[in-house]
């Protein structure tokens, strides 16, 4: 098998409570995944499992307690310079305008201004904010911010694209918008992606596997599947496919059991 641009080799990750150390909550447990160049695979479980979890050990912000993560075969050591990360919140900064948000990363880096400028105005309208360079984060709508969050992600190139729940916090009709524009943009690079959802009609829309984690503590993958839906896709069409309703079935077997002991845990506390 070719090389793996993103592995994750049994991750275990447990959480120490500051003020009493006896505390100990393992949140993600012996968890090995490998995602290939150009794959798109989307992590899917309940709330609260460790999904994050996973993605910041990806992005090399998190520590894990035991395991290793390598990068195109290299074991990571610090944060994984080949990744882009599109937080699961609003990360955009508010005194910032669209434009100088999306040049951050590239200004960071140590770009020159009129080349950060001229690649960030060139991502304004790739991701169809062209005329609102000037617009600072509290004048755009939600879709516009994460929108402005995809450029900021996608302009530095990276070879790996972790994705945070991207888009749940959208209506419904932007979102399917927004998953479709993704998607194209994925499909004309071909970059890894880690795809954390909560939502499996999404993941399954969007990947070309989905990996279903199980409910916390000790959260490890429980079932993995081949989304051999033809592309280009579009995410509300492929809906109605009978291979996507058959998937669907298969997957939520796996997975509704998980859901259901994730929602009694967040009941009791
Ligand atoms: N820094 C931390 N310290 C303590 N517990 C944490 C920390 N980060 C996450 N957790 C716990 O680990 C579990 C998994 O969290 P997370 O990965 O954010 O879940 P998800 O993204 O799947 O909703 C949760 O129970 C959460 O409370
Ligand atoms: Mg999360």
Known sequence: MAE????????TCTFVSRDDRSQRYTAVHDTTLAIAPGEFVSVVGPTGCGKSTLLNVSAGLLQPSSGLVRVFGEPL???NARAGYMFQGEALLPWRSALDNVIAGLEFAGVARA???ERGRDWLRRVGLGGFENRYPHQMSGGMRKRAMLAQTLIRDPD????DEP???LDIQTRQLMENEVLDLWMAKRKAVLFITHDLDEAIAMSDRVVVLSAGPGTHPIGEFHIDLPRPRD???VRTHPRFVELHAAIWAVLREEVLKGYAQQKRV
């Open 4 to 11: 793996a641009a993103l592995s994750l080799e049994n991750i």
């Open 77 to 79: 050591s610090s944060i």
């Open 115 to 117: 080349e950060a400028l």
């Open 160 to 163: 790996i694209i972790l994705m």
């Open 167 to 169: 888009f749940s916090a």
């Open 235 to 237: 995410v509300a069409e």
